[in-house]
């Protein structure tokens, strides 16, 4: 299976803020990846797929880019509701995998 | 509304059996991939399985290969998730979720654009 490594784990960072989360694959998988945000006691939400394509209705300052085996979940101007984990998911092939999570802190 | 409801976790002693259920509403369930991932306690979201729209092709975790089985009833817009031979590792949330399986030109990609609340599963003895 294709081993997905996010980094940092965690990270604090203040309103405003501009923060980046990579996620690096074991092996190319074009630009076959999705951002998800879960916040405390709620199920995951959609921010990106297909690396770069912001979903319906997810604010502009979250942006994706990347492609092959490095990806980067970008975060302008951070805000308050962004306290949450965010976990990258490679769709190129079966078994889907996550990484392991990054959780943001906003102080 | 459109949503997804999860029920059926409990607390099974290891070797034993569960079936989780996802029952869908405001959408047409038949037309979309649906999925199943779980979140241990104090650990990351782990993808579980999937299965196309109508029930024909299936796909599983390396870690519940052969013990987990994905089916769905498309008339009773229902989602399921058989677990045998359940193991202590498999103590975790489950969430159902809906993949709108995004066609770019013929390349496809998960869009996973709707999730339950989850049910939880725990496996002890």
């Known amino acids: 299976a294709i081993q997905m490594t996010q980094s940092p784990s965690s990270l604090s960072a203040s309103v405003g803020d501009r923060v980046t989360i990579t996620c690096r694959a074991s092996?190319?998988?074009?630009?076959?990846l999705g951002w998800y945000q879960q916040k405390a006691g709620n199920g995951p939400n959609l921010l990106i797929y297909a690396a770069s394509t912001l979903h319906a209705g997810v604010p502009s300052r979250f942006s994706g880019s990347g492609s092959g085996t490095d990806f980067t979940l970008t975060i302008s101007n951070l805000q308050p509701e962004d306290s949450a984990t965010y976990y990258c998911l490679q769709d190129y092939t079966y078994p889907r995998t996550f990484g392991q999570g990054t959780k943001v802190e906003v102080k | 509304e459109v949503r997804v409801v999860e029920s059926g976790g409990g607390t099974v002693q290891p070797g034993g059996s569960l079936r989780l259920s996802c029952v869908a509403s405001?959408?047409?369930?038949?037309?979309?991939?649906m999925i199943w991932i779980r979140r241990a306690p104090g650990k990351g979201l782990e993808w579980v399985a999937n299965i196309d729209e109508g029930g024909n092709k299936k796909f599983y975790a390396d870690s519940v290969v052969g013990r987990f089985t994905i089916s769905r009833d498309n008339a009773k817009n229902s989602l399921f998730l058989q677990m045998d031979g359940l193991r202590v590792e498999d103590t975790a949330l489950y969430y159902c979720?809906?993949?709108?399986?995004?066609?770019?030109?013929?390349?496809?990609?998960?869009?996973?654009?709707?999730w339950g609340q989850g049910t939880m599963v725990t496996v002890s003895s």
């Open positions: 405001g959408f047409t369930f038949g037309d979309h991939w």
């Open positions: 979720a809906r993949d709108l399986n995004y066609n770019d030109k013929g390349h496809y990609f998960d869009v996973i654009d709707l």
């Open positions: 092996q190319g998988i074009k630009n076959d």
